[in-house]
């Protein structure tokens, strides 16, 4: 009996894919290998391959018994997003269409899906619950909303169970300091931040300094890596103990602006890490926190690695040791 775990070799399914090893779970990973890295798998059978390809899937379910899926392969560039929205819809929405088919046809009746804070777009309050309304302001939020409420039918229909993970921002790297974060191109703030140090960029870009923050700066929600990867082996024990599907925030609950975080990457690093203000990006909430109350409460996960400044050096740990990222 194994988990299928789909974009498995990216960095937020690698985690997790090292977190069901120490758990002696059997992993079977499927990755088209578009973001994700070999080097980045610390164990699993790896099917090279894309999730809409049916023929390849087929092969991938007749030679295991999958008996759950968790599902991280998608598109989540939310600049490409709005160039191409086909892209997304194609790889999100039509590639979970066609892996709920397959599950179906296998009688794979749980998934676990990476879904994420901008299904809520601007929010009205914060911190945001699972109860705030859901008006994504961009097509990557909107493909994965449309992947929520795929998965909603298709427990209607078929009983195949589902939870939702709407995730925050997730940093960080593995304590083993053998995996971290590889994107490419890279558009999240903590590795771009310690690119500088890195010495692959001059300085760090502040997109806006007039959002109606204590300094100016948008504020965001950083979780460890590996809490996030621990609250999908807590959501799958929620399904294996016959829990109905549901959706939960994965967040800190704390706020740091993007001046805080580059000043946090400083202390950690030693280095001056200049920045350069720019304007606002369309699209850029102000604050964005979570509510994890539910995921406290239902799963009884909560974050153990919830100190910033070790996250951040986790992230650096890494990267120092990987200044070019994985090299396959
Ligand atoms: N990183 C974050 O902070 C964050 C926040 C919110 C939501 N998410 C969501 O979490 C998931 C994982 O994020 P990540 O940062 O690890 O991304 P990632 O790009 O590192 O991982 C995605 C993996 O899926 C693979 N993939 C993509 N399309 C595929 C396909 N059609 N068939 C097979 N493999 C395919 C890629 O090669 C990659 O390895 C994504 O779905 C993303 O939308 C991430």
């Not at 997790?16 to 699993?44: P, W």
């Not at 692959?200 to 890596?225: A, M, N, Q, W």
Request: proline residues 5%.
């Amino acid at each position: 009996m194994a988990v299928l775990v789909t974009g498995g070799a990216g960095y937020i399914g690698s985690h997790t894919v090292a977190e069901l090893i120490d758990a002696k779970e059997e992993v079977v990973v499927v990755d088209n290998l578009s973001q994700g890295h070999r080097q980045a798998l610390l164990g699993g059978k790896l099917y090279v391959g894309d999730i809409r390809d049916a023929d390849f899937m087929e092969t991938v379910f007749k030679e295991n018994d999958i008996e759950s899926v968790i599902h991280f392969a998608a598109y989540s560039l939310v600049g490409e997003s709005m160039q191409n929205p086909a892209k997304y819809y194609d790889n999100n929405v039509y590639g979970t269409q066609r892996l709920l088919e397959i599950m179906k046809k296998y009688g794979t009746k749980r998934i676990v899906f990476s879904s994420t804070a901008a299904t809520y777009g601007e929010p009205q309050t914060v911190p945001i619950e699972e109860t705030a309304p859901t008006q994504p302001t961009n097509t990557y939020g909107e493909t994965k909303l449309s992947m929520e409420k795929m998965m909603k039918w298709f427990d209607a229909a078929h009983g195949i169970k589902y939870v939702a993970l709407r995730y925050f921002n997730a940093a960080g790297a593995h304590h083993s300091g053998r995996i971290g974060e590889d994107h490419s191109p890279e558009t999240h703030l903590v590795p771009l931040i310690l690119q500088v140090p890195l010495g692959k960029r001059e300085h760090v870009s502040i997109f806006g300094d007039d959002y109606p923050t204590e300094d100016g700066t948008c504020i965001r929600d950083y979780l460890h890596v590996s809490d996030l990867a621990d609250a999908h082996l807590l959501a799958l024990e929620r399904l294996r103990s016959g829990g109905e599907s549901s959706v939960y925030n994965l967040g800190s609950g704390k706020g740091f602006s993007v001046k805080e975080m580059i000043d946090v990457a400083r202390k950690v690093t030693g280095h001056p890490i200049p920045a350069v203000l720019e304007p606002r990006r369309a699209g850029d909430p102000a604050v964005l926190i979570a509510s994890s109350a539910k995921a406290k409460r239902e799963l009884n996960w909560s974050p153990r690695r919830d100190n910033l400044e070790e996250i951040v050096e986790s992230a650096w740990n890494w990267h120092r040791q990987h200044p070019d990222g994985f090299t396959e």
